[in-house]
């Protein structure tokens, strides 16, 4: 019980710090951009999810927690090593959610601190001198999509972004570290109609950030089908807009050229 109302705690201050953080990023409305990313990283979401955007010949953003690499639940198997690397050796970005998997919001500055500082470890460990490694700025999705106002302020000193949930397309002047992100999940039907949030970014321009967890034919609440996400990727293609990683995307957005 107590969980849970400290992880309610956490999504009404990611609500909030949405609208008081400083909005730094100009993110135009001329051109549509969607990204795919994916939390935790079930190895469905590798095999499946990264080799059904590389048939389009794009890539996604994975999200990983070092501590979570390599085990197993009742419901799924979390991608290995291994995967990690072959991940990024196929051109896929790799994003960071933390080492333990916490609710951000719950930990004290020093516990999240040292949390982030044992993922980039395993990361530079994991990926040595490929793109990702070596300490590199990483990209970072909040666990549980929870935050407080102190966690946010660390977590921005330490990633170039930080993504949330709130299920919104990001347009205009915009916080880097509460970028919105939409959810593929709850239900398979649910996510296909997903292609409605595509025409959404098609009409009004923006930056539409999904993401899932498991890409499976006997999905979670938090994941989907192989057909259904393909289905989405597909859309995406066909809709004309820009299909890029999270960290392009920021490229694109940042380069005083492109915008
Ligand atoms: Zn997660």
Redesign the pocket.
């Given at each position: 019980m107590k969980r849970k109302v400290k992880f309610w705690v956490g999504r009404l201050q990611a609500h909030l710090m949405r609208r008081i953080a400083p909005k730094t990023l100009n993110i135009p409305t001329d051109h549509p951009v969607i990204s795919f990313t994916f939390?935790?990283v079930p190895d469905s979401a590798f095999h499946y999810g990264a080799a059904i955007l590389e048939k389009y010949g794009l890539h996604g953003t994975f999200?990983i927690?070092g501590n979570l690499a390599g085990s197993s639940d009742t419901s799924r198997k979390l991608i290995s090593e291994d995967g990690i690397r072959a991940l990024a050796d196929h051109g896929h970005e790799i994003g960071c959610?933390t080492f333990s998997?916490p609710n951000v919001a719950t930990l004290s500055g020093a516990k999240l601190q040292e949390d982030i500082d044992r993922n980039r470890s395993f990361l530079s460990r994991i990926l040595g001198g490929r793109r990702g490694g070596h300490g590199a700025q990483l990209n970072f999705?909040y666990?549980?999509n929870a935050v407080s106002y102190f966690a946010y302020r660390r977590l921005a000193r330490n990633y170039r972004t930080c993504r949330a949930g709130e299920n919104r397309i990001n347009r205009g002047a915009t916080s880097p570290q509460m970028l919105c992100g939409m959810e593929i999940g709850l239900s398979d039907a649910y996510s296909q109609q997903l292609t409605r949030e595509i025409d959404a970014v098609k009409e009004q321009p923006g930056w539409l950030i999904f993401f899932t967890?498991d890409i499976s034919e006997t999905p979670t609440p938090y994941g989907c089908t192989p057909a259904t996400f393909e289905k989405l990727v597909q859309y995406a293609v066909q809709s004309g807009a820009t299909i890029l990683t999270v960290d392009a995307a920021l490229d694109r957005y940042t380069s005083p050229r492109s915008v």
């Open positions: 939390d935790d999200y927690a959610h998997h999705a666990p549980y967890h």
